[in-house]
């Protein structure tokens, strides 16, 4: 029922953003839930910014960080409602839109950002952008934002054995609740807006990120370790409304694709450049230790996750898997 009504919506939307367009700049919403200095924060700025100058008159881009207009809970919903028309949640976010887009919360899955980039650009990886058309929704691009790291209110984060019996802030992904069920902890799905507070207030012991994330939402303030384990990965795909994409004039589905392919390589850029400076801030900052694992250690955990591979291999198909494998070497 909703979805339908979101979908007759979409045609509302579409209507109504050509009809505009006739009058004067088509009024485009890009929503985010991150701050604006974070690599999301700032493509969506630049793809603003090129939008703007490729298409003069004709669009109008505004950006809303840090879940002001829709949190996690609500963007996609709204997206094929056409209150907005593009949102870049991260890939973890999507489960409940396609089983396949999970293989990225495979724990431990690729060595680094590199790898992931090398997946992302191959045929296997650019298929995934389309693999939610069926539900009216198109990506357009990926937007890196970096490796995840474990981070707690304990001294010590050095083993599996040290989250054993706590609480941790998770996405809402199936496959991330079975990784820390796996490690004997319990996870809590919830928007990343209420995470600060959680940590804060004790509601949740822990959770998992990427510097920037870490640095720009202060999750270093009130946690006492952060480890180093690179276990995963949180990327985005930038989406958009199949339907009102497909029904733009020609000369502005073009400016706007080429602005996101620019914004893109800005985006990715940053994310590299953030997350190596905000780890340092928070290396200075000295409110939170910085543990670092030796190989053993990261053997460990990632042992202790391994589990949730058989799970979900099912529903994400063995070869996409080993496709996403192939990207390490
Ligand atoms: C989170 O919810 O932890 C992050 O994925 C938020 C984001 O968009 O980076």
Known sequence: MRLAAAIAAGAVALSFSVGAYAQGPMVIKFSHVVAEATPKGQGALKFKEIAEKLLPGKVQVQVFPSSQLFGDAKEVEALLLGDVQFIAPSLSKFDRYTKKIQLYDLPFLFDDIEAVDRFQQSKDGQDLLSAMKNRNLLGLAYWHNGMKQLSSNRDKLERPEDVKGLKFRIQASDVLEAQFRALGANPQKMAFSEVYQA??????????????????????????????????????????????????????????????????????????????????????????KIQALTKEDVAAWRKAMEPVWQKFEGDIGKDLIQAALKSNQ
Do not use: C
């Open 199 to 288: 940590l804060q207030t004790g509601v949740v012991d822990g959770q998992e990120n990427t510097w920037s994330n870490m640095y720009s939402q202060k999750f270093y303030e009130v946690q006492k370790t952060i480890a180093n384990t690179n276990h995963g990965v949180i990327d985005y795909m930038v989406v958009t409304n199949a339907k009102w994409w497909d029904g733009l004039p020609e000369d502005v589905r073009k400016g706007l694709k080429q602005a996101m392919d620019e914004a893109t390589a800005y985006a990715n850029k940053m994310a590299n450049d953030f997350n190596e400076r905000d780890r340092k801030l928070i290396a200075d900052a000295g409110k939170a």
